[in-house]
């Protein structure tokens, strides 16, 4: 899997918007960029994905770079519950088994 | 919303023996997989499987780990021979197979061995 660049940390404040940045500048025409997180003791959740387009659900928002070489997630309103790591994780949809490879992520501060 | 369970939630064991590890998978997955983390560390990919058979495994993975899916439920890592270095969380995870279908885990199975 392509390699992605994370800051270790970030902070932000309750209810205010949070944006998590990723730069992934060797990503392929075929690698999908996808966020996942994990809160205390438990783990990884799958948060969104992406190729090209941005792209909405019910947890965040993914907002792809037109070049691809960066993305960025997007919490509209940060919770408590949203304090984890973050996981920016490039995967190969030509891969024949579909693993994810975990960096060390972002590890999110929600502070009340 | 279906959920991939693992039993049991922490397992202790002794240097030297084996342990099984369960987890059940979402039931239409078609892809599985282990996944460990040793206590401040990164999620480390151990072993995929599909279609009843290993299709990569990590430099991890070695003679003493072995997967199963004796009966299209289940699926279990087993540890033969534990060390004390294998004490970690243990996480499962399936994915339904299309290319871009997002892998889910469990909560994992923290195992201490003493």
């Known amino acids: 899997d392509a390699k992605t660049t994370q800051p270790n940390s970030m902070e932000s404040n309750e209810e205010e918007p949070v944006h998590l940045p990723c730069n992934h500048s060797?990503?392929?025409?075929?690698?999908?960029i996808h966020w996942y997180r994990q809160l205390p003791s438990q783990g990884p959740e799958y948060v969104i994905h992406g190729l090209t387009s941005n792209v909405n659900n019910r947890m965040a928002s993914l907002a792809i770079a037109e070049d691809r070489k960066s993305s960025t997630l997007i919490l509209h309103r940060a919770t408590l519950r949203d304090a984890a790591v973050y996981y920016c994780?490039?995967?190969?949809?030509?891969?024949?088994?579909?693993?994810?490879?975990f960096g060390k992520g972002t590890l999110l501060t929600v502070n009340p | 919303e279906p959920e991939v369970t693992q039993t049991p939630s922490h397992q202790v064991t002794q240097m030297g023996q084996e342990v099984i590890l369960r987890c059940v998978p979402i039931?239409?997955?078609?892809?599985f997989y282990w996944y460990r983390q040793i206590l401040g560390q990164k999620v480390e990919f151990l072993v995929s499987f599909y279609n009843n058979e290993i299709s990569e495994k990590s430099e991890i993975f070695d003679d003493q780990f072995s997967v199963e899916r004796p009966d299209g439920s289940n699926f279990t890592l087993k540890i033969r021979s534990t060390k004390l270095e294998d004490s970690a969380m243990y996480f499962c995870?399936?994915?339904?197979?299309?290319?871009?279908?997002?892998?889910?885990f469990g909560n994992g199975t923290r195992l201490t061995v003493t």
């Open positions: 994780i490039l995967r190969d949809s030509g891969g024949s088994n579909y693993k994810l490879t």
């Open positions: 039931s239409n997955h078609l892809y």
């Open positions: 060797t990503i392929s025409g075929t690698d999908y």
């Open positions: 995870a399936s994915c339904g197979g299309e290319y871009h279908s997002p892998l889910h």
